[in-house]
């Protein structure tokens, strides 16, 4: 009986010791995912040219900043995966772009709850769910999957399509999509994918100006508010964990903060 006693409080205290170890886990991939000095805690991915392989400097780490120059297609992904969490990510666009968007609006993009492998989604991006990051259209949200129903997103959209894309309302009819995007809800209708472009109501400040941006990933919801208003919004999320991804897409950026709490 004693050593059947024993045997149970082993197992017991192996139970209590698992859990304290995996909440410690998660306690320490919390608060600033980048540390101002390199870029510790990420890898990068280009097209064409795999995993942390970066000859060209496309990303580097200048005066406490993630400096993106854009001049190639690719991303500086996450070691770790995420879920439940508060993302804060402060930027501002730098002045060069790169063909073949030279003359094209500014763009770039934060992919959460990015799965699967390296380059799956055109040889560049992990399958995930992207708040845009793009002259005139930062807040919107897309689905980068496969086209299948383990990428998805739930909305509240506006009766009316915008240029043929959903437009986010709040209240608005729920739909669900499999691929594609749901605008941010005051996206100009006449947008145009052009450099400078701004609509009349962006809440985006203007180039060379910091912006906030908060991904808050709650279950399966996502919110995203930009300069402190909810921009965009969705629930039904799959995947709802996964890594975190920061795009080069032919244009320059620099990031001072991104920093995650959990939830």
């Known amino acids: 009986m004693r050593q059947i006693f024993h045997l149970c ?7 209590v010791t698992g859990c304290q170890t995996a909440a410690q886990s998660t306690n320490a991939t919390a608060g600033k995912l980048f540390n101002g000095k390199n870029l510790d805690g990420w890898y990068t991915f280009l097209q064409n040219r795999g995993r942390d392989n970066d000859p060209k400097k496309v990303f580097t780490v200048q005066n406490g900043m993630i400096r993106v ?23 501002k666009w730098g002045t060069k772009t790169f063909a073949p968007r ?8 934060i992919l959460l709850h990015s799965t699967g492998a390296d380059g799956a989604f055109d040889g560049t991006w992990m399958h995930s769910i992207e708040c845009q990051i793009i002259e005139g ?21 506006a009766k009316e399509k915008q240029n043929g894309t959903y437009i986010f309302q709040p209240g608005g009819s729920p739909v669900t999509i499999n691929g594609g995007r749901i605008n941010w809800f005051d996206r100009a209708a006449e947008w145009q994918d052009v450099k400078g472009f701004r ?19 709650k279950g399966d919801s996502i919110d995203i508010m930009l300069n402190g208003v909810l921009v965009n ?26 920093e995650l709490t959990p939830l």
């Not at 297609?73 to 879920?83: F, L, Q, S």
Request: proline fraction near 3%.
């Open 69 to 91: 120059s854009g001049e190639e297609w690719g991303c500086i992904t996450t070691n770790d995966e995420y879920a439940n969490y508060k993302l804060v990510v402060e930027f």
């Open 9 to 15: 409080f082993l197992f017991l205290l192996l139970i």
């Open 233 to 258: 919004q969705a629930h039904d999320v799959k995947p709802a964990k996964g890594k975190i991804q920061i795009q080069s897409e032919g244009a320059e950026i620099f990031f001072r903060r991104v």
């Open 137 to 157: 259209g930062t807040g919107d949200l897309l689905v980068v999957g496969d086209e299948t129903p383990q990428f998805a997103l739930t909305s509240a959209v």
């Open 199 to 217: 609509g009349k109501g962006d809440i985006e400040k203007p180039v060379g100006e910091w912006n906030r941006i908060e991904c808050i990933a």
């Open 102 to 109: 030279v003359n094209n609006a500014m763009d770039n993009g």
